[in-house]
């Protein structure tokens, strides 16, 4: 545990999705790609090609999500990483040995191929091997980009062998991160509904364009038929493409 190997360093700006994954997305994305542009169109070859091209697009969104969605929960382990270092500092411990009183804790929680325990082990090592604590957390805050993380680095290499309030910092550090993360779970409690509405009102005009056009007798022929029709269809279409983007921008949350 003590030997730091650079090989177990993780980079937290790489997907960790696997074939399986990619698959997965690549299908969804094929099939949503498919309808969406038949239902404008109604060409099977072009429907085709874009829900291709979509297919390899969502792989590339899919595997975005799931690195946020790991850096999540990275942040969520730092901030109980930095609970159980401040425990261990109130009670005295240096902060080598905070660290390893909180690496102790946290095996209890988490899976010890978790993140956060491979930081620690990875920190700890650096510091076995005549790395200063603060290099360990600068490479941590770089590899992981959490604004938190960073501030801490930095807090602490300011400080390192020239503050005995170390413990203070780790405490205020967390009660801040504890701050963000209480205002941030309620903007995202507030945006649920909103997300819910965004998604019935980008795919409602979908369905309703599906209906009329599969039992309107004909009430949406010239759509398909003509250019003028043709023109709308592909004014509808860049509408559609453009709301789906604004609103997965305007609803994302930056860590």
Do not use: C, W
Request: hydrophobic share 50%; no cysteine.
């Amino acid at each position: 545990m003590n030997k730091f190997k650079d090989t177990k360093t993780p980079d937290y700006k790489k997907s960790q999705s696997t074939i399986v994954d990619h698959i997965m997305a690549f299908t969804s994305g094929l099939v949503i790609g498919f309808l969406v542009v038949f239902i404008f169109y109604r060409l099977l070859l072009i429907s085709i090609i874009a829900g291709i091209v979509f297919g390899v697009v969502n792989i590339l969104l899919s595997a975005q999500k799931a690195s946020k969605n790991r850096l999540i929960k990275l942040r969520m382990q730092f901030f109980d990483l930095l609970e159980a270092m401040s425990v261990a500092m109130r009670a005295g411990s240096p902060i080598l040995r905070s660290l390893q009183s909180a690496r102790e804790d946290l095996i209890l929680i988490y899976p010890a191929d978790s993140d956060i325990i491979t930081e620690l082990d990875i920190i700890i090592g650096k510091f076995n091997n005549a790395v200063p604590l603060s290099e360990a957390f600068s490479d941590f805050a770089k590899r992981s980009g959490l604004a938190d993380i960073t501030s801490f680095a930095s807090i602490y290499k300011a400080i390192e062998g020239k503050s005995s309030r170390a413990d203070e910092i780790v405490k205020d550090t967390q009660q801040i991160i504890s701050d963000k993360m209480e205002i941030e779970m309620e903007i995202d409690t507030m945006m649920t509904a909103a997300k819910s509405e965004v998604n019935i009102m980008l795919f409602m005009p979908l369905f309703i364009l599906g209906v009329i056009g599969y039992a309107g007798a004909g009430f949406m022929d010239a759509i398909y038929t003509t250019s003028v029709g043709r023109l709308v269809s592909s004014i509808g279409i860049m509408v559609f493409i453009l709301s789906f983007m604004l609103a997965r921008k305007f609803s994302s949350v930056k860590l």
